[in-house]
């Protein structure tokens, strides 16, 4: 076929259904169009502009587009991708930026047509291009500014070349990731590179009776077919237990539809995939078991050794009974949240490339046998599962980091590094493996879904007295870090106030549902929409507005948190509390909730922090550290702390996160890589300022200074003066409604300790918010029998542009003494709060108790998220009750 591209007579073979993502991509190597959903055509990361109007690449075919002239961003004019790229830059309004090209595309389209769109006209336009890190603040702010510069109303913006501590410093290769410069796993390719595929279970519960690959190998392009018999090492993994099979053998049953049961390596993408669904499988099907109590039950099948409950968290002191016996006022409810998907831009993929004989290593080590470039959320974690997978020692496997688009926890587990690495072993060359959306969708851990039951008492001034919970979370088909989840559920089940006794059960259970594991929030937010619901019951029972008891209940420095932890220092509840009060006060259909969420994994769990910096012959300083970036700004912030401990350019500061030197602290979770990783950092700088003193930079090139910090003094929630956590994030949140019940205004104001950049943190209020807002209203990844039937982005429930509402976020510094510069972590404790205080606005508007989430029965959704309020109708669950006394 012939077309234009980008100004150019292009000629190209193609094949009848490649689409024009896969001849963009993959036979003339653009990257600035990503793959997010192909081909479904509603994540919007593939746009390019077509006739001067915007395409989704991965659902058109090819061959649409001949004779076409096609407009990718790497067309654009100079002067145009810079003006983008400052813009984007200087607002704050690039996070991952998986996202972030297909939205300067479709901007772009919009702008040559309205060259002066309002606020609401460019949501609406952006309606296909989905952000799940920025919740679209910025992102519109951006596209104004353009505008306006081009309209000659205002000058270019003006992007800061260097920032330290507390300024809105430029984010660390942000003008590479608007432009599609800076690549992400899905976007590598080296010389030799074979292609790889999954073959998934067909069925949750399944006896695997055989699994024949003859007509698959057959195929052209087929170069290797691996099953469960050829993993050398050991095949189950798991980041806490060892229960998660890489490969299902023959003889075993499935867990999961997300199961593998094979894998394939092939020239091209399309044969690997094409050969992944011609293996034969015979299965002996099983009654799958999705419920979590029916799992509990006396006489249901045990899914794993140990019985169907995972994991069992207490916390308990007080007298729980005589305090709600002696209780002015008692409320109970059971509280339902839902599973979701965490909807990240980027699928999984990974690159695994075997050692060339001969091949040195670097700096004297030996070469490693194989390098995996890596988007999960822990290098050294992922190296230590794969080494066993495949039987090596931990030094055969070096892990490189590449930056993914987006986590938010669901990139902790294995994905498929393993699969990608074995295939390279068996083959002798680089493989490259990348799910589909669909695929993601089976394989990740998801939200837990949770019942909560819960009772609390006050007394007649509104001061709690005693709460009790029994909570249990559907783990699904394997534990991840299920049993994590619901411990800090029951460690958070008070939220942020000062309960005396307390009595709280959380079980984690196997079922064969997708797993559930890691996600923003961790178990918290589910036990804050309960007990933030509870409170707003005892304030009508009492008398008073819903600030005034959170007012009188809050914790402050002194008091007990609900594990029974004394806190110190940098508790700053009442300080975002006093910053929504006149908000909150002055609106009539207002609702208002507290969080907080931990900082660090704590409960015993020895956490560390490790940094080298290292000048360089050039006069740069290389910048080590072992935290994933995947939006949140760990490199930024990292590299703002080094460059202000320093006093050196931070633009002359690169940042590396790679297993090739020993930096191992764990997954990249529980907000803590600024806490722990910024004070490594400074750890390093003041060894690297003291020899400054002696030699010039210059002279000490080559030489690594090594920072390290230390916490080894949490306890777990049994003990007698228990330190369940070294630090939380306190956030206060208001959401006001119109006199439609429609979502009118957000004020979000969060305690982040030390603002060390404010516009990355207010970036992550904006998207935590918007994320809550989705869950709160919604999103749900709804299953029947074990099987994902929400498996598109489109069908998820996201939040659209033109349904977030405005957002004020209030920065409150409350130091954390055990921080850098008193910073704690906030990128978490952000969305936190958000459905309860969405569930306490729509009590206010119509006055119902909504117990269960998402609220679609609310005309807050209904406006937000018509979509997903529509394709609810005629499923919807009753989700309003009233309160039992």
């Known amino acids: 076929m012939h077309l234009t591209l980008n100004g150019r007579p292009v000629s190209v073979e193609v094949e009848p259904d490649e689409s024009l993502l896969e001849l963009l991509r993959e036979r003339l190597g653009l990257r600035s169009m990503k793959d997010g959903c192909a081909p479904e055509g509603s994540c919007g990361a593939c746009t390019v502009i077509v006739g001067g109007r915007p395409v989704v690449a991965c659902s058109q075919p090819a061959l649409r587009f001949a004779g076409k002239d096609v407009l990718t961003l790497e067309g654009l004019p100079a002067d145009a991708r810079a003006l983008w790229a400052d813009a984007f830059v200087a607002a704050g309004a690039v996070q991952c930026g998986y996202c972030t090209p297909g939205i300067v595309m479709k901007a772009e389209a919009l702008l040559r047509r309205t060259p002066d769109p309002s606020p609401g006209e460019v949501a609406t336009a952006l309606a296909g291009n989905l952000c799940r890190c920025t919740g679209y603040v910025k992102v519109i702010e951006a596209i104004r500014q353009v505008t306006a510069v081009r309209r000659g109303v205002e000058s270019a913006p003006a992007v800061p070349a260097d920032g330290g501590v507390g300024e809105r410093a430029p984010r ?17 390719a080296v010389p030799g590179m ?11 519960r399944a006896l695997v009776r055989r699994i024949d690959p003859t007509r698959a190998a057959a195929l052209p392009g087929v170069v290797r077919i691996a099953t469960a018999a050829d993993v ?17 053998a023959e003889g075993e049953e499935t867990h999961c539809v997300g199961d593998v049961l094979a894998i394939v390596a092939a020239e091209t993408r399309r044969a690997a995939r094409r050969a992944a669904a011609a293996i034969d499988v015979d299965y002996d099907v099983r009654e799958p078991l999705t419920d979590p109590f029916a799992a ?83 290098a050294w974690e992922d190296r230590r599962q794969i080494a066993s ?64 039951d819960y009772t609390a008492g006050c007394d007649p001034e509104g001061r709690l007295v005693a709460v009790r919970a029994r909570i249990v979370g559907d783990t699904g088909a394997y534990l991840s870090v299920g049993d994590k989840v619901l411990e800090r559920a029951a460690g958070h089940a008070c939220g942020a106030y000062r309960v005396p006794n307390v009595d709280v059960e959380a079980r984690a259970v196997a079922t064969n549902n997708p797993p559930a594991g890691a996600m923003r929030g961790f178990g918290v937010v589910q036990v804050t929409f309960a007990m933030e619901g509870l409170l707003d019951r005892l304030a009508e029972r009492v008398g008073l507005d819903g600030w005034e008891i959170r007012w009188r209940n809050a914790v402050e420095a002194g008091d007990r948190f609900g594990t029974g932890q004394l806190l110190g220092p940098g508790v700053g509840v009442k300080r975002t509390l006093l910053a929504v009060r006149d908000a909150y006060r002055g609106a009539r259909f207002a609702g208002i909730a507290c969080g907080a969420k931990n900082t660090g994994v704590g409960n015993g769990m020895i956490e560390r922090g490790r940094a080298i910096l290292r000048p360089e012959a050039d006069g740069t300083i290389t910048l080590l550290h072992s935290w994933t970036e995947m939006g949140q700004g760990v490199h930024t912030v990292l590299r703002q702390l080094a460059a202000g401990a320093l006093g050196f350019p931070a633009e002359r500061i690169r940042v590396a996160v790679d297993t090739e030197r020993e930096l191992d602290t764990g997954e990249t979770t529980a907000s803590r890589a600024t806490a722990l990783g910024g004070q490594a950092v400074l750890d390093a700088a003041r060894r690297l300022k003291a020899a400054l003193a002696d030699a010039p930079l210059e002279a000490l090139a080559g030489r690594e200074f090594d920072g390290e910090f230390v916490v080894d003094w ?21 959401v006001i409604l119109d006199e439609t019940g429609r979502l009118a205004r957000v004020v979000a104001a969060q305690d982040v300790g030390r603002a060390i950049n404010p516009a990355a943190m207010e970036g992550q209020v904006e998207g935590g918010v918007h994320m809550g807002l989705g869950y709160a209203l919604s999103e749900e990844l709804r299953l029947e029998g074990g099987w994902p039937v929400t498996h598109s982005l489109k069908s998820l429930g996201m939040i659209p542009p033109a349904g977030m509402p405005p957002l004020e976020v209030i920065l409150v510094e409350e130091p954390q003494p055990e921080g850098p510069l008193g910073a704690k972590g906030a990128g978490e404790a952000v969305l936190v709060p958000t459905p309860a205080a969405v569930a306490g606005a729509l009590h206010a508007f119509d006055g119902a108790w909504r117990t269960r989430l998402p609220m679609r029965d609310s005309p807050a959704a209904r406006a937000a998220a018509p979509r997903a309020a529509g394709a609810a109708a005629g499923r919807r669950q009753a989700s309003v009750s009233e309160t039992v006394p």
């Open 194 to 204: 074979l292609h790889g595929a999954v073959r998934l279970s067909d069925h949750p």
């Open 172 to 188: 660390y290769e942000g003008r590479e990731l608007v432009l599609g410069e800076r690549p992400f796993v899905r976007d590598l």
């Open 714 to 734: 949490t306890t777990d929630n049994a003990a007698a003066e228990p330190v369940t956590h070294f630090a939380y994030g306190w956030s206060s949140q208001v």
């Open 232 to 248: 050398p090492g050991r095949r189950v993994q798991g980041l806490i237990e060892a229960d998660w099979p890489l490969l299902v």
């Open 296 to 378: 509990m039950a006396d006489g249901a099948p045990r899914l794993h050794a140990g019985g169907n409950v995972r994991s069992l968290s207490v916390v308990r002191h007080g007298d729980v009974e005589a305090a709600l016996a002696g209780a002015a006022n008692v409320v109970s409810e059971t509280f339902r949240t839902q599973p979701i998907e965490h909807a990240f831009l980027e699928p999984e993929a990974c690159l695994a490339v075997p050692n060339r004989a001969g091949e040195p290593g670097t700096d004297g080590r030996p070469a490693p046998t194989l390098r995996v470039h890596s988007q999960g959320q822990g």
């Open 389 to 452: 997978f495949l039987g090596l020692p931990e030094s055969a496997v070096r892990v490189t980091q590449v930056p993914t688009g987006g986590g938010f926890g669901g990139k902790e587990d294995l994905s498929v590094q393993g699969q990608a690495a074995l295939l390279a072993l068996l083959t002798g060359r680089p493989v490259h493996l990348a799910l589909s959306r669909g695929e993601s969708i089976r394989l990740h851990p998801k939200r837990h879904a949770m019942t909560m």
